[in-house]
């Protein structure tokens, strides 16, 4: 959304540049033309001729185009026409080939997402619990938490799954599971109606079993878990 949002200023020149971010110095932004926008999961690249600046929001980061904010902005670029700030962001100078840094085909949402390599990466992490390699960005890149636990109840998968105990079908149905509901994700979220597709996250009951939801903080992420024991299968060598 935020790509969309800042295409008008893509060929156009920083004509001022500040913000408290210390991982780059802002001046040198000045004088510089944008030349392409780019996202890789949740980064935001703002591509110029010989650097990029990548921009990730967190948790709690936001933007703002030709407004501000109550607060300082960790990084605020004016142009001729119109302005753009960030807030609570994490922001870096990237002086490589992007190319060199990104594996294009582990976005979910990229045009080379590759299903194939994405099961490769899987079966490599046998012990894992599925809950915790979905929110791997090397993975999935773009996939949080929210889309975690609804591609996991599309799928029937408990979270605490074991990797190598999924069949080989299953897996390859939650990895298209993940990606179909990206989309959805980004689409229902342009509506302004997201909330209302959840089917398990922040949910109280499972909408197939009508039992109420196990919620709780698991695996190495420990992040807000949603899910039914009765219609999503634990893959743990028993079954």
Request: with cysteine.
């Amino acid at each position: 959304m935020l790509k969309e949002e800042l295409q008008p200023f893509k060929h156009k020149k920083v004509i001022a540049a500040k913000g408290y971010t210390t991982k780059m110095d802002p001046q040198v932004l000045v004088d510089k033309t944008v030349t392409d926008i780019k996202t890789w999961g949740k980064h935001l690249l703002i591509c110029f001729p010989k650097f990029t600046v990548r921009v990730h929001l967190m948790l709690f980061g936001s933007w703002k185009i030709n407004e501000h904010g109550k607060h300082n902005a960790t990084l605020s670029l004016q142009f001729s026409k119109g302005e753009v700030n960030f807030y609570i962001s994490s922001v870096v100078l990237i002086d490589k080939s992007l190319d060199e840094v990104y594996d294009w085909s582990a976005d979910v949402m990229s045009d080379q997402w590759n299903t194939e390599k994405a099961m490769e990466k899987l079966n490599a992490k046998p012990k894992a619990l599925i809950g915790d390699v979905l929110l791997d960005q090397k993975i999935f890149s773009g996939v949080g938490n929210i889309i975690r636990n609804e591609a996991l109840f599309r799928a029937r998968i408990h979270p605490k799954s074991i990797v190598a105990d999924i069949p080989e079908k299953k897996l390859k149905e939650l990895v298209n599971e993940t990606v179909k509901y990206s989309f959805d994700f980004l689409k229902w979220k342009k509506q302004g109606v997201l909330n209302k597709h959840f089917e398990a996250y922040e949910q109280e009951t499972c909408p197939r079993d009508h039992i109420p939801f196990h919620k709780a903080d698991i695996g190495k992420t420990q992040r807000h878990t949603y899910y039914c024991d009765k219609c999503e299968v634990m893959y743990d060598g028993n079954h």
